[in-house]
């Protein structure tokens, strides 16, 4: 699978931006599709998770409520809606894509994910 990543850019504090990942190359439906972050100087982080069926959503607890992850199977893209940013959120915004069977817990880990994008960055401005 190969994604794409876009709509990251320069936003104010309490804004809002939409994330965009394309897939190509495999059967899109067939994957869980994840979103994490990685700030300067620290490590990947979990933001967000959809199952490939159901879809059930995960998200990390400090951002429920503010980001709001969804896909379109039809387009291939899996999306993720920031709401009420803050300078914290500032990071490379990865999504990632994990086949196969696994533990549900392992939805948060970033090994799991078998393909990833190239990382769009989010800059939010205080």
């Known amino acids: 699978v190969q994604l794409q990543a876009s709509g990251g850019g320069l936003v104010q504090a309490g804004g809002s931006l939409s994330l965009s990942c394309a897939a190509s190359g495999r059967t899109f439906s067939n994957y869980d599709m994840g979103w994490f972050r990685q700030a300067p100087g620290k490590e990947r982080e979990f933001v967000a998770a959809l199952t490939r069926s159901g879809p059930n959503t995960y998200y990390a607890g400090s951002l429920k409520g503010r980001f709001t992850i969804s896909r379109d199977n039809a387009k291939n893209t899996v999306y993720l809606q920031m709401n009420g940013l803050k300078p914290e959120d500032t990071a490379v915004y990865y999504c990632?894509?994990?086949?196969?069977?696994?533990?549900?817990?392992?939805?948060?880990?970033?090994?799991?994910?078998?393909?990833w994008g190239p990382g769009t960055l989010v800059t939010v401005s205080s």
């Open positions: 990632a894509a994990a086949g196969g069977v696994y533990p549900a817990s392992d939805i948060y880990t970033a090994r799991r994910y078998d393909y």
